[in-house]
């Protein structure tokens, strides 16, 4: 069960690196971070267009680096979007114990499986500033921090 389970979400995160969602640049986007991963040279920016009732209206990203920080970058955007700033930056957290291993399981209600999904990469330890990269610079987008490295 668990080798099944490990070749899904290796189909879905390959999924989505060969074909990321929302890659582009809105025109409208009032939020916006440049995230560098010096260990792997993944490179990516992230648009946020945040509503004034505190909704993330639209994530999107562009950039270039490995299968893992395309991967994570298309699915960050996917689950953010229509989400709270308070709301995404808790799964961002959630998503991070994950990854670290600090947690085995975690519950983020309808977003728990494709948390999960991603947080295989856990078992490769060199991917998890990849896996983060994303995350790192959506959290800053919304703190108004232009810039955000891994190290
Ligand atoms: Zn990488």
Redesign the pocket.
Known sequence: MMEELRELYQEVILDHSKNPRNFRHPEDANHEAHGY?P????TVNVYLKMGHNGLIEDAAFEGK?????LASASMMTEIVKGKTETEAKELFAAFQKLVKGEEEFIDAGEETDRLMMLAGVKDFP??V???T?AWHAMSSAMDEKPEVSTE
């Open positions: 991963n260990l792997c040279g993944d680096g490995c299968a893992i920080s060199m991917r500033k990849c896996a990269l």
